[in-house]
């Protein structure tokens, strides 16, 4: 049977990808050697971040103002490691809750100076994007979430602000155009549209670094990881590898303007086909609906488990919405194919007219 993989992350990734990585676990390059043996300061691998680090700039149109760093752990490691680096003790920082992975990093900052939540659309569970509000004169930074992977809602255009603006772009980065010169900071935890978990990607205009009186340790310190190259220690090789190939194949399919098409071309055949069939309800606003992540409810709730049940049968995988949230969650990433989400679309009309 053929798979459609929907998986909220670690989730798809293109198959050239794929079929690269696995060849360079055996043979990397033609060394003879596993991409798993390399050391991290051989010429091959410094060519391999090179790359990455290149495409990057080249995908963000991003001039030399700004740092591009692959770093470990999960964008939760971010939610500390920014404050750490950007906000002092007694400083003001805010933070725009509007969804579990942004009131988590809330949460962090406070552990390093003052968070003022700016925007916080708890009162209706999160379905919609608080898009007005005031920022404090004095805060540091604002911090957003670019994309609400569990509550399955998304900025479609960011902000206008004089106040340095930090995004977890963890799970819509490289979807879509944007002007990122708006942004002092960026990070993604790789595993959703960029590679193989792991590895942090962490985007910085340098001229917010050094400001704060605080120690930072050594590992935790951005213009520590800057000076050495991403390689102040072994960085996850492999996971960089993987970042890069997605990299390569982003470019040469025609870079974000051909990904925004194509997320555009999934997303609007989805919501198309729900808002058309009456068994089934979105409760997120429409105007903030995500790209990514499609969260939506059946109006009867008995007939859940036997939908759920059906997509399992169909080879339909990762459909089932997160835990704290209930219903059904379709991820349409980057490498999902127009097909898959096609192939959900027809599965919801066929129970549609089963149970109806
Ligand atoms: C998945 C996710 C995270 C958490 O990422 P980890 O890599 O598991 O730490 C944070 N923010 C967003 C927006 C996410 O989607």
Redesign the pocket.
């Known amino acids: 049977m053929k798979l459609h993989n929907f998986n909220?992350?670690p989730s798809i990734l293109p198959q050239p990808v794929l079929e690269e990585a696995a060849r360079a676990i055996i043979n990397f390059n033609d060394t003879g050697l596993s991409i798993l043996e390399i050391g991290h300061r051989t010429d091959w691998f410094q060519e391999v971040l090179n790359e990455a680090v290149t495409s990057v700039k080249q995908l963000m149109q991003l001039d030399d103002a700004y740092e591009v760093l692959f770093l470990h752990?999960?964008?939760?490691?971010q939610?500390m490691q920014v404050p750490m680096n950007l906000l002092d003790d007694g400083e003001t920082a805010a933070y725009c809750d509007n969804?579990i992975?942004?009131n988590?990093?809330a949460k962090e900052a406070a552990l390093f100076g003052n968070v003022q939540v700016v925007a916080d659309s708890s009162d209706k569970k999160h379905t919609y994007i608080q898009k007005e509000f005031n920022i404090p004169g004095n805060a540091k930074y604002l911090h957003l979430?670019?994309?609400?992977?569990?509550e399955g809602t998304q900025w479609h255009s960011y902000p206008e602000t004089s106040v340095p603006l930090v995004a977890?772009?963890?799970?819509d980065i490289f979807s879509r155009p944007a002007d990122f010169k708006k942004f002092a900071l960026i990070y993604a935890?790789a595993?959703?549209n960029m590679g193989a978990?792991g590895v942090?990607l962490v985007v910085i205009r340098k001229d917010v670094l050094g400001k704060v009186l605080r120690k930072i340790p050594t590992i935790m310190n951005y213009q520590k990881h800057i000076d050495a190259g991403s390689l102040m220690n072994t960085p996850p090789v492999f996971a960089v590898y993987v970042s890069m190939l997605t990299l390569r194949w982003i470019i040469a399919q025609g870079g974000l303007a051909e990904m925004a098409e194509r997320n555009e071309a999934k997303s609007s055949l989805f919501y198309h086909t729900l808002d058309s069939l009456p068994l089934f309800t979105g409760t997120v606003a429409k105007e903030d609906r995500s790209q990514m992540n499609a969260v939506f409810f059946l109006k009867n709730p008995a007939l859940e488990v036997p939908f759920l049940d059906l997509c399992k049968k169909e080879g339909m995988i990762g459909v089932k919405g997160y835990r704290t949230v209930g219903g059904v969650r379709v991820s349409m990433y980057n490498a999902l194919p127009l097909a898959s989400v096609q192939a959900f679309c027809d599965l919801m009309k066929q129970f549609s007219s089963k149970n109806s």
């Open positions: 909220s992350g752990g999960g964008a939760t490691t939610f969804g992975w942004g988590k990093a979430t670019s994309n609400n992977t569990v977890d772009m963890s799970s935890g595993q959703k978990a942090n």
